[in-house]
């Protein structure tokens, strides 16, 4: 490939969440989150992606009746809160120009339903903004990334009432007024795509608290109301700060037809559509027909207000956001055949392609198709905004980490952007997940590793918390610096 294919301003970064790097769960007016409620999972079954996300209520009454965090450890992070000054700093050597962050709702209304917010949680984003801005790292915040106040989920069942759409409101106002000037790149809903795979972790909901034949209505029905409430996110982003942008966030699961049987071909189209109608919504402003013929079909009512529809409408976003991590195969007579998981979903294995320790599907070509694919559908510039490879990384006696199977990973994906942007597709910047070491968001592991900088600490909770660039730092480093270029020829 040609050299100078990467615009000159693409924002090359990483990407992080507050609840899998903050820690700091209970201090400084913080209030507990969903995520400060879910396990270490050692022994998963990693075939079995299902039960990696299975949570009672008995489960929440535990995590509420315990300060400890080693059963939990989204609750110490890698303590980014008391950390983040010198994390920037490796993030600034590396030479980011974007850092993805996250903002906790609950830092800033602890329960959600506060008049006034937390000061000294306002304070502590508006200094890591500013630290960024000094390094020249320009903010991408998520506003909602799997960390709803557990209030709201015990109070409201999620976001299965509509009332949680205004307390959302409420924060998004909150911080925008206050990050005005200093954030220009905002992200609504993580992997909205989600609610369906994990309805706890993306919509604050604890399947028994409902009845079981209902359960799809009624995640359809509060993911209706993460819609409405991106929509109006996106609204008074606009009218508070003009100049910024909201991008909608969805998980590429790209499917391939398993073969060239017509019912095959079919059945991936079918699944790729489904995985475009959480974008179709958010960029078309509208519900695709055939979403409405499926709850026809399973005779599933889902309520809208009268104005939802001129909202959804209205207020539609202005980039697209998205996180690769593997593809998968549509059959239509899976029976018997090998599958691998991922905490994406589960599919039949391509024969193509390797696999993670994690059961991940790698396969960087399909990272060039989504990128095609999306670009064809809705002509809207594209933001890569997570991608890596969990890895059980070594740390040598001397202190370094050979992760060449890293560098090889990222090689392979960023060429594979490369060839996309060759073809024509806008692509603004690419921000590879946990940049730094961090909780893993599904199984809460430390061990399942996807930065650039080792972070010494285990899943038992023991380490000093110390930083180690690893191998994939300093070439990572080159990437930015060459601006891809020492990728092609
Ligand atoms: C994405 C999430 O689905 O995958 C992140 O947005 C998450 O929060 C990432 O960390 C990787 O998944 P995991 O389970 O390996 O941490």
Known sequence: MKKNIFPADFLWGGATAANQCEGAWNIDGKGISIADCTRIKKNVNKKDYKSLH??????????????????????????????????????????????????????????????????????????????????????????????????????????????????????????????????????????????????????????DRFPKDKFEEVVYQSLHHQFVASALATKYLHEIIPEAE???????????????????????????????????????????????????????????????????????????????????????????????????????KNPYLDITDWDWQIDPTGLTTSLIDLYDRYEKPLFIVENGLGYNDTIEADGTIQDDYRIQYFKEHISAIAEAIEEGVEVMGYTPWGCIDLISMSTCQMSKRYGFIYVDLDDDGNGSYKRYKKKSFEWYKEVIATNGNNLLD
């Open 54 to 207: 299975e949570i009672k209520s008995e489960d929440i009454e535990r995590a509420m009746a315990t300060d400890d965090t080693v059963e939990y450890p989204k609750r110490h992070g890698i303590d980014f809160y008391h950390h983040y000054k010198e994390d920037l700093d490796l993030f600034q050597e590396m030479g980011f120009k974007t850092l993805r962050v996250s903002i906790q709702w609950t830092r800033i209304y602890p329960t959600g339903m506060e008049e006034k917010p937390n000061e000294a949680g306002l304070k502590f984003y508006e200094d890591l903004f500013k630290e960024m801005k000094k390094r020249n790292i320009e903010p991408l915040v998520t506003l909602h990334h799997y960390e709803l106040p557990l209030y709201i989920c015990n109070n409201f069942q999620g976001w299965y009432q509509r009332e949680v759409i205004e307390l959302f409101l409420k924060f998004c106002k909150t911080v925008y007024t206050r990050y005005k000037g200093l954030v220009k790149y905002w992200l609504t809903f993580n992997e909205i795509d989600s609610v369906f795979r994990h309805p706890f972790t993306t919509l604050g909901m604890v399947p």
């Open 246 to 348: 909201m991008g909608c966030m969805i998980t590429k699961t790209l499917s391939y037809p398993e073969n060239c049987h017509p019912q095959n071909v079919l059945l991936a189209l079918k699944d790729n559509r489904k995985n475009n109608f959480y974008s179709d919504v958010q960029i078309r402003g509208a519900y695709p027909q055939h979403i409405k013929n499926e709850w026809e079909r399973k005779n599933l009512t889902i309520h809208f207000e009268k104005e939802d529809e001129e909202v959804l409408k209205k207020y539609t976003v202005d980039y697209i956001a998205f996180s690769y991590y593997m593809s998968k195969i549509s059959s239509i007579n899976e029976e018997g055949k090998e599958r691998v998981s991922g905490n994406i979903s589960s599919s039949v």
